[in-house]
């Protein structure tokens, strides 16, 4: 019993049984794919039709065999030109961040991207002006003239001793003029 010619009756009480002389025989694959002819296909036709099939089929692996050869050539090729993979690879990203930077959607984000730079520029100067202006008022008011003038009470003191050859800082306590000892060995 062929598969061709079996009963494919889904009521059929011998559905899905193989006789016994058929279990041990290996399955061919191009029997098994076969299937009644098509509504409209004479034998021949389905005969020629297969056997076109098979020919492009073959075609295909001797395809797949040359690609594959020339693959292997292009690598040999690249190994004695000292071209690595890491080169390809940087050649590959190269042009693939090329193509992202002529894409639209690259033009527009870049697009919005420097027009907040611009507004945020804007804004910022604007809150340093304020700012600038704000300290410009503060110094020029009578609690920050009074605040510089301690400042520069106690600089000039500070930096006129030093002016006066002396390196100690005035004591507080008004003991001797000799230095501090520096108990530190570094």
């Known amino acids: 019993m062929d598969s061709a ?20 025989v290996p399955v061919d694959t191009g029997v098994a794919a076969r299937t ?15 056997a076109e099939l098979t020919k492009v089929e073959e075609e295909i692996v001797t395809l797949r065999q040359v690609l594959a050869a020339k693959e292997r050539h292009c690598g040999e090729l690249k190994r004695r030109l000292g071209l690595s993979t890491l080169g390809g690879l940087k050649q590959n990203l190269s042009r693939s961040w090329h193509d ?3 894409s639209n959607a690259y033009k527009k984000t870049q697009e919005t991207l420097s027009q907040a730079g611009q507004k945020t520029s804007a804004a910022l100067s604007t809150v340093g002006s304020a700012i600038s202006r704000k300290l410009g ?5 009578a609690t920050f003239k009074s605040f ?9 003191k500070v930096v006129g ?8 800082l005035p ?6 003029d000799k230095p501090l000892s520096d108990p530190a060995p570094f």
């Not at 510089?148 to 106690?154: A, F, L, N």
């Not at 004591?171 to 001797?176: E, H, P, T, V």
């Open 137 to 141: 008022d503060m110094r020029n008011s």
């Open 5 to 24: 010619g079996q009963d494919i009756n889904l009521n059929s009480p011998n559905k899905g049984l193989l006789s016994d002389s058929m279990t041990d």
């Open 100 to 102: 992202m930077q002529v």
């Open 171 to 176: 004591s507080s306590a008004g003991s001797s």
């Open 36 to 50: 009644p002819a098509v509504e409209g296909l004479t034998e021949a036709e389905e005969e020629e039709l297969r």
């Open 161 to 168: 001793d030093r002016e006066n050859g002396s390196d100690s």
């Open 148 to 156: 510089e003038d301690r400042v520069g009470t106690i600089k000039s």
